[in-house]
């Protein structure tokens, strides 16, 4: 499936949680990140819960010592 992580178009196995995306995409999970998508904000809490879904936009937000 494709989604748009941060302004790119990316191509990424079906089923893949917002977890394993911040994992693959940061190298592994900075101290403090917020993830933005389908216009909602998603708290750490939340990150193994959301399934993206094919053309999802998905933004990350970091703050923190550990920005990217």
Same mark, same amino acid.
């Given at each position: ?6 302004? =790119? ?5 079906? +089923?893949?949680?917002?977890?394993? *995306?911040?994992?693959?995409? @940061? ?11 389908? =216009? ?5 809490? +939340?990150?193994?819960?959301?399934? *993206?879904?094919?053309?999802? @936009? ?11």
């Amino acid at each position: 499936m494709k989604i748009i992580i941060s302004g =790119k178009r990316k191509e990424v196995t079906d +089923g893949l949680t917002v977890a394993q *995306l911040i994992n693959s995409e @940061t190298n592994g999970r900075p101290r403090y990140v917020s993830v933005v998508t389908r =216009k909602e904000l998603l708290l750490e809490g +939340g990150f193994n819960d959301v399934v *993206l879904q094919d053309g999802d @936009t998905v933004e990350f937000i970091y703050s923190g010592e550990e920005e990217c």
